[in-house]
């Protein structure tokens, strides 16, 4: 059992929710928003630790943010990062719990 560092926070930011996510969690799949600079390694050792879950694959997508008008200015919202992250068999994660 790996021990939990504070750097897998840094890593492994939220859990992303949204209705999509909701139906790949049937599969064996979980989104989460990652740092900017998480490579593939560290988020599989970081989800590891956290939620004591064996990890198969891991997929990243760079999401780049969204120019957005509020009240006549220009404003953009921030790039972010978020992993796919496939788990062994019938194991879950409960997200609702939080980190």
Do not use: C, Q, W
């Amino acid at each position: 059992m790996a021990e939990i560092k504070n750097h897998y926070y840094d890593t492994v930011l939220a859990p992303h929710i949204t209705e999509k996510s909701t139906l790949v969690a049937e599969d064996g799949k979980y989104i989460f928003k990652v740092a900017i600079d998480a490579d593939k390694a560290t988020i599989k050792e970081a989800v590891e630790a956290l939620f004591k879950v064996k990890v198969t694959k891991v997929n990243t997508i760079r999401v780049k943010g969204k120019t957005k008008r509020f009240r006549g200015t220009l404003g953009r919202r921030p790039d972010f990062k978020k992993a796919i992250v496939t788990l062994d068999g019938n194991t879950a994660i409960d997200i609702t719990t939080g980190l």
